[in-house]
């Protein structure tokens, strides 16, 4: 049966949304073929809204294929669907890394409340204990590396965040490609780069476990506010410019919780092509 979907993107980080039942699972080589900017329709992530006995509930797949527990971007794309197709300004929905809920921010802008960041070394997850403000890892040479004891932050999701000026493309091509798989993260790891411009503003690029170098990354950009904030290098709310634009994070002191506010754009729609199921 053809699936349509809605193409979408938060500040260029883009979508494939689609509305299935509950148990659709897509085999990784599906996922990729449609994931495949030359041959497929072309995203970073596969978004499946489906509505459950609790709900509403979202899925989110990388452009490799494989399922993970959290998106950022996308959750703010699926949100402001969810509120255009009922005609409300809040939505409350189920993610695998737990309830999520978001409401209007203005003409297609959208707050997420992402929930608390996970800070304890075994919840990013770290295969070691280590003190997830600036864990032992460095990248070049022993007496004199690039980047090192960058902070763990998990938002449903790892993150590691290096605080630096370096973010020329190939050096976080490099790195990140080189950290995403470290074994240090027995669940692979998104990899921040950021340059602390002020205390309420940072400059962050992202290489993406499994979607590579985005033009932006939600859950980054909440993973590296927690970060900074927890090393006193920014105030516990900034702004956080991505090559795709801007987000507003605010790591609330009350709530513990991460709210990420920014826009959401739709950019057409169409069918999945029906691939062969390999
Ligand atoms: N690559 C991420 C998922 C998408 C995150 C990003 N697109 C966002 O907006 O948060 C991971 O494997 O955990």
């Not at 669907?81 to 300004?89: I, Q, R, S, V």
């Not at 600036?134 to 998990?154: K, R």
Request: charged content about 25%; some cysteine.
């Amino acid at each position: 049966m053809a699936t349509p979907y809605v193409k979408m993107n938060g500040l260029g980080n883009d979508f494939a949304v689609v509305r299935v039942g509950r148990d659709w699972s897509p085999s990784e080589a599906q996922v990729r073929a449609w994931a495949d900017r030359a041959s497929g329709i072309g995203f970073d992530q596969l978004i499946a809204l489906s509505e459950g006995d609790g709900g509403p509930w979202v899925r989110f797949w990388n452009s490799d294929g494989g399922e993970v527990s959290a998106c950022g971007n996308g959750s703010r794309a699926a949100a402001w669907l969810m509120m255009e197709a009922t005609g409300t300004d809040r939505v409350g929905f189920g993610t695998p890394a737990g309830p999520l809920s978001a409401e209007r921010a203005g003409d297609r802008r959208v707050t997420v409340d992402m929930g608390a960041p996970r800070l304890n070394w075994d919840r990013i997850p770290l295969a070691e204990e280590m003190d997830t403000r600036g864990i032992e890892l460095q990248v070049g040479p022993i007496d004199d590396p690039v980047v090192h004891t960058p902070g763990a932050v998990s938002m449903g999701n790892p993150h590691v965040v290096f605080f630096t000026d370096r973010q020329d493309d190939a050096f976080v091509r490099g790195t990140g490609s080189l950290i995403e798989h470290h074994p240090l993260f027995p669940e692979g790891v998104n990899v921040g780069f950021a340059n602390v411009l002020g205390r309420d503003r940072i400059r962050l690029r992202v290489w993406e476990r499994g979607a590579g170098l985005t033009k932006a990354c939600g859950t980054g950009a909440c993973a590296a506010l927690v970060a900074a904030a927890r090393r006193g290098l920014t105030d516990r709310a900034a702004t956080l410019q991505l090559d795709g634009g801007e987000l507003r994070i605010v790591w609330d002191e009350a709530t513990d919780h991460v709210l990420m506010t920014g826009g959401v754009e739709v950019e057409g729609t169409g069918v999945l092509p029906e691939t062969s199921p390999a």
